[in-house]
């Protein structure tokens, strides 16, 4: 009788994943395209509404372009398709190029000394009294009050707009590490200590992986502002990039092209933070089957 139900109590659970897989494969058709197209649907809907309110007639076509008339400018920025875009036509590579190359440049900048200073502060308590009231008190100062003093000390190129993208990235990463370290398990640091790990060994092999997710939380928040303040920056001290000819554009009058310009600063966006996105998946594949990150599909 014992015998029975020690095997009872022993016995391993049957394996969920061929049963959920082909629970998967055999759902309806319906629901299978479904879910390749759910993410398009909202969009979708929008450009239609916007198309149809631009032909209505209740603002002037050349204060609100259709979307078919955006899509046409925006061909011609990018493939010089009909030359009607006057200095921008074919340039959009190059635009974003210059945009891309100040947004990656300032970021990875920020994501380097955020990661490296966030990990000091959320592990050592003197560096935090001595460091974080003054990263405190520089905090609120919006970026864009820097534009000013960036361009008295950098000039009209470059590297203001690099300048402000740090500034703009790098609070994101440092508080969002620093959040990561100091929630770390302390039953992970304590077995760690017990096995005979040093604290440099300690950070590296269990607080680092730990404060990972929060990490990249905060690279994709970022990531975004990094965009947003290189096309700042592009409108008032470079002139070159993206937001340099939202700007030029809106001068001239040239609506369909500052609104193609915001669609391209928020294609740029999106693909970026799908990038780290991925990256993240990818590194924090431990964490997949413990969130509700694995049930994204």
Same mark, same amino acid.
């Given at each position: #009788?014992?015998? *029975?139900?020690?095997?009872?109590?022993? !016995? !391993?659970?049957?394996? +969920?994943?061929?049963?959920?897989?082909?629970?998967? @494969?055999? &759902?309806?058709?319906?629901?299978?395209?479904?879910?390749?197209?759910?993410?398009?649907?909202?969009?979708?809907?929008?450009?239609?509404?916007?198309?149809?309110?631009?032909?209505?007639?209740?603002?002037? @076509?050349?204060?609100?372009?259709?979307?078919?008339?955006? /899509?046409?400018?925006?061909? =011609?920025?990018?493939? $010089?398709?009909?030359?009607?875009?006057?200095?921008?036509?074919?340039?959009?590579?190059? =635009?974003?190029? &210059?945009?891309?190359?100040?947004?990656? +440049?300032?970021? !990875?900048?920020?994501?380097?000394?955020?990661?490296?200073?966030? #990990?000091?502060?959320?592990?050592?308590?003197?560096?935090?009294?001595?460091?974080?009231?003054?990263?405190?008190?520089?905090?609120?100062?919006?970026?864009?009050?820097?534009?000013?003093?960036?361009?008295?000390?950098?000039?009209?190129?470059?590297?203001?707009?690099?300048?402000?993208?740090?500034?703009?990235?790098?609070?994101?990463?440092?508080?969002?590490?620093?959040?990561?370290?100091?929630?770390? =398990?302390?039953?992970?640091?304590?077995?760690? &200590?017990? @096995?005979?790990?040093?604290?440099?060994?300690?950070?590296?092999?269990?607080?680092?992986? $730990?404060?990972?997710?929060?990490?990249?939380? *905060?690279?994709?928040?970022?990531?975004?502002? @990094?965009? /947003?303040?290189?096309?700042? !920056?592009?409108?008032?001290?470079?002139?070159?990039?993206?937001?340099?000819?939202?700007?030029?554009?809106?001068?001239?009058?040239?609506?369909?092209?500052?609104?193609?310009? #915001?669609?391209?600063?928020?294609?740029?966006?999106?693909?970026? =933070?799908?990038?780290?996105?991925?990256?993240?998946?990818?590194?924090?594949?431990?964490?997949?089957?413990?969130?509700?990150?694995?049930?994204?599909?």
């Amino acid at each position: #009788m014992a015998h *029975g139900t020690t095997d009872t109590l022993t !016995a !391993a659970p049957p394996a +969920a994943g061929p049963a959920t897989a082909s629970a998967q @494969a055999g &759902a309806p058709l319906w629901k299978r395209i479904y879910r390749r197209i759910e993410r398009a649907i909202v969009p979708v809907l929008l450009l239609a509404g916007w198309e149809v309110f631009s032909r209505s007639g209740v603002l002037p @076509a050349a204060l609100l372009p259709a979307p078919s008339q955006v /899509m046409v400018a925006w061909a =011609d920025w990018v493939f $010089a398709t009909d030359g009607n875009t006057q200095d921008y036509s074919g340039h959009w590579i190059f =635009d974003v190029a &210059a945009s891309a190359a100040r947004v990656f +440049a300032g970021f !990875a900048l920020a994501a380097l000394a955020g990661i490296g200073l966030g #990990m000091a502060i959320g592990w050592s308590r003197t560096v935090e009294k001595l460091i974080e009231p003054a990263l405190q008190v520089l905090r609120p100062v919006p970026p864009v009050s820097w534009i000013p003093l960036a361009i008295i000390w950098f000039g009209i190129a470059n590297k203001p707009a690099i300048f402000l993208v740090f500034l703009g990235s790098f609070f994101p990463v440092l508080l969002s590490t620093i959040h990561g370290v100091k929630t770390c =398990d302390r039953n992970l640091l304590r077995a760690g &200590a017990m @096995a005979g790990g040093t604290p440099g060994r300690l950070l590296r092999h269990i607080v680092f992986p $730990a404060a990972l997710p929060s990490i990249f939380s *905060g690279l994709r928040i970022a990531i975004g502002s @990094a965009w /947003m303040l290189t096309v700042t !920056a592009e409108m008032v001290a470079v002139k070159s990039g993206v937001g340099y000819v939202l700007w030029d554009s809106y001068y001239f009058l040239r609506y369909d092209i500052v609104i193609a310009a #915001m669609a391209s600063i928020g294609l740029l966006g999106f693909c970026s =933070d799908f990038a780290i996105k991925l990256l993240s998946m990818r590194l924090l594949r431990w964490q997949r089957g413990s969130t509700l990150q694995s049930k994204e599909g």
